[in-house]
């Protein structure tokens, strides 16, 4: 899988070497195109601008996410895959996934070990454009491939575009700047705990969807007069200590499957309520 976004990601140009929990290993490659000169020590006077000057041309960043514990035997099987692979709805969703999430996990990284707290993960939408394709050893680690094929993903899954089409984004965004709506403490939090554990940041994910929950329980409590909202919110309530015991639990160590599955689907009945109540209130 090939991203490219306008800008800089913040991760140093190079090639980096990934394991998963099975040790399957990937490879991620870097690479900026077109970057300005780096800036000087000193800080520039300002200076007068013409209103009328065209915007700076912005550097091209590249990330490529490369399966090397996956090799082909040949050409040919390569191009078998990927015949099948971009003509899969499902497949090409999973792919963008997988790629994406292995990039994340290096901006996870970059953010945390420089200490900033504003460094940002990336959403395939944000993509200038993406691409699927298949190479020799050199080729992928250099960032480039044999055949590739571009693929559409500016509409996001069918699942996603519902998504936003049931939530007016744009329309809260308006009413929470003009003061008309406020932001709930939960919705922050449980948007946290969703991008750890699409992340692959289990114990992240359940730390944060326990005081998460705890403040949905609070905020969200009679939001709604609606049977389906009430028995969610009952559903919570009477789990809530499942949250507490994974949370103490991700404290020592790594949850085990039955823990995840709980955490997992205890956070989808949260966005549910949330989601439901947004919709409902129009």
């Known amino acids: 899988m090939q ?10 140009d190079g090639r980096y070497l990934a394991r998963n929990d099975e040790g399957a290993q990937s490879v991620l490659v870097v690479e900026t195109l077109g970057a300005p000169s780096p800036p000087g020590r000193r800080r520039r006077r300002s200076r007068e601008v013409d209103p009328a000057a065209a915007p700076h041309s912005l550097p091209l960043s590249r990330a490529t996410a490369v399966r090397a514990y996956e090799p082909f035997d040949s050409a040919k099987a390569g191009a078998g895959w990927l015949s099948g692979a971009v003509n899969v709805e499902g497949t090409v969703d999973a792919l963008v996934a997988e790629g994406i999430q292995l990039l994340n996990r290096a901006l996870h990284a970059q953010a945390t070990a420089s200490a900033d707290p504003y460094g940002q993960e990336v959403s395939p939408e944000r993509a200038a454009l993406v691409r699927i394709g298949y190479g020799g050893g050199e080729e992928v ?7 590739a094929r571009e693929v559409d993903v500016r509409g996001g899954s069918p699942r996603r575009r519902r998504r936003e089409e ?37 114990r992240e994910a359940t730390l944060q969807l326990r005081v998460g929950l705890e403040a949905l329980l609070v905020e969200l409590a009679g939001a709604r007069v609606d049977p389906r909202h009430e028995e969610d919110m009952a559903t919570l309530g009477a789990r809530r200590h499942e949250v507490g015991e994974a949370a103490n639990l991700a404290l020592r160590g790594e949850l085990d499957a039955g823990r995840e599955s709980g955490v997992r689907e205890l956070l989808e009945i949260c966005e549910r309520v949330i989601r439901r109540r947004r919709v409902l209130r129009g």
Do not use: K, M, Y
Request: charged share 25%.
């Open 141 to 147: 680690a250099s960032g480039r491939f044999s055949v």
């Open 3 to 12: 991203f490219e976004f306008a800008g800089t990601l913040g991760v140093a």
């Open 166 to 202: 049931e939530l007016h984004p744009q329309e809260r965004v308006a009413a929470v700047l003009g003061g008309r709506e406020q932001i709930d403490s939960c919705e922050t939090l449980l948007l946290r705990a969703r991008a750890d554990l699409d992340g692959g940041r289990t």
